[in-house]
């Protein structure tokens, strides 16, 4: 939990430089850190596409090899998006640890217009695609929770 605790503080430290409060990292199969993220795509100058999982994926793509990301885990404060996904199954991570689902995020921001929610869990994506993405989550929801807690008024 401890890795998946780490991501939730990058969240809050994205939330306090103003940011939408998510965060990922990626981590190797021995626990190294190889990359980290927060959110950076809230208006009017962030870029829409900047989900933290996506640019910690990015990220950990231009470090390491197919056949090294294969070995390695994404853990996120907050389940990926289909947008983010995609990303995670094409610079192929093997695994993703999440702590806050979909489902839960939406009842957080309701219909807040920065954060449209698909209703379109990550396994669902994952499960069309060549290969196999291990998925572990929820996980400690309630913790994640408080990153958003106040944020989407």
Do not use: K
Not at 41 to 70: C, F, K, N, V, Y
Not at 121 to 148: K, T, W
């Amino acid at each position: 939990m401890a890795l998946l605790r780490q991501a939730i503080a990058v969240a809050d430290d994205a939330r306090r430089r103003g940011r939408h409060p998510f965060g990922a990292l990626v981590a190797d199969e021995h626990g190294n850190v190889i990359a980290s993220a927060g959110n950076n795509s809230m208006p009017p100058e962030g870029d829409p596409t900047q989900h933290a999982e996506l640019a910690a994926a990015a990220a950990a793509a231009r470090i390491l090899s197919p056949e090294q990301l294969a070995r390695c885990t994404l853990y996120t404060s907050a389940e990926p998006c289909c947008m983010c996904s995609g990303a995670i199954y094409w610079c192929n991570i093997g695994r993703v640890v999440y702590a806050l689902s979909e489902h839960h995020l939406l009842t957080l921001t309701g219909d807040h217009p920065e954060n449209p929610t698909f209703s379109l869990p990550c396994r669902e994506v994952f499960v069309r695609g060549q290969r196999q993405i291990d998925v572990h989550g929820p996980l400690i929801e309630d913790e994640a929770a408080q990153s958003h807690i106040g944020f989407w008024g």
